[in-house]
């Protein structure tokens, strides 16, 4: 997947745009206020910027060298500092407990290695640390705006609840929304959203 990514970063043109995931904009005042945060499959950094623009201690990762090109150029026209890692979660030395939130947007891991991420991912959230998910739903298979084409990478509620079996959810919820997030996403779409809280 490295090179596929590799691949869409490469242009000059960031694939879903600089503007932050509106989800997050409105979720954003969930997170402890300046708090550690993790982003993980953070791509081209848009919404990691976004958050250290708004005071928070931003870690992200990514397995795409071409996507930590894009952020730490955003990062830098906007003055300000990410710490992005290039790599799998495994190698990258994060500390367990560390962090007070975590944002997953369309972070779509194989289904292979999806549940592990997720819990290992939960163990590195403090207590009452807070998690922001949105990812494509299985029935963004019906919509022409992006996404992966494979349903075992896409999610359902039911899913969700199952992996990650550590937060208390405020909500767990399937929406159709309006995307306008760059080239690569566009019109109308499926997903489900969460926020929430390690137990």
Known sequence: MSDFWNERYAKNEYAYGIQPNQFLVESISKLPKNGKILFPAE??????????????????????????KKADKLADDNNIKIDYRVGI???????AASFDGVVFIYSHFPKAIRATIHQQIEQL?????????EAFSKEQLQYPSGGPKNIEMLFSEEEVTEQFQN?????????????????????????????????
């Open 125 to 133: 959230l403090k207590p009452n640390g807070v998690i922001i998910f």
């Open 43 to 68: 791509g081209e950094g848009r919404n990691a910027v976004f958050a250290a623009k708004n005071g928070f201690e931003v870690f992200a990762f990514d397995t795409s060298n071409e996507g930590k």
């Open 89 to 95: 979660l495994d190698n990258l030395n994060f500390t």
């Open 167 to 199: 937060i208390e959810f405020d909500f767990v919820k399937t929406e159709i929304i309006e995307l306008s997030e760059g080239p690569f996403h566009q019109g109308k779409g499926s997903v489900v959203r969460f926020t929430g809280k390690k137990k």
